[in-house]
């Protein structure tokens, strides 16, 4: 089984490009954030500066942490929109306790790669994007600091389509191999 995390800053593309990837057939887990905003009474319904955001990152932990461990027994390959990483990146930024269990997590599991989606030319909000440009570029090099110290196999993927960067990833996946 091969987990591979389609990562960056807030507003970069991730969530159309997972959606194009899961239109071309792939297994994929949708961001853990969104769910968490979508499902969770705590926090439906709610802009991310009206909830408590240290229970909501640990929802969101160990929302990822579950998906992991069951979508690993079931599918070749699946792509993950955000990871590990970007969600203690986001705990480093806002100043948030990081729980060891994650990081314990996240030091024994590992992504097969990590793609990191350089920022579009456009950036727009939404209730739980509120991040000004500033912070989004903060957050993109936050994640990919972490993913540096946790020794991440990292890919970046420039600014284009949405169809050409799925193509970008599909082909950057066969030349590694054993995909």
Known sequence: MK???????????????IEELEKRGYAVFHEAAREVATIDKRFAGKSIDKINRQEFQDEIFRLQKREIENRLKNARIFFSDRG??????????????????ILDFARKFRYAVIFILEPLNFYRKDELRTESEEEQK??????????????????????????????????????????
């Open 84 to 101: 590990l990483c970007d969600s203690i990146a986001y705990c480093k930024v806002y100043n948030l306790d990081i729980p060891k269990e």
């Open 3 to 17: 987990l591979v995390s389609v990562s960056g800053g807030p507003g970069v593309g991730k969530t159309k490009t």
């Open 138 to 179: 903060a957050i993109q090099n936050e994640i990919i600091k972490i993913c540096e110290e946790f020794g991440c196999n990292l890919i970046k993927v420039p600014c284009m389509t949405v169809e050409e960067r799925a193509d970008f990833i599909l082909g950057s996946l066969r030349g590694i191999g054993n995909f």
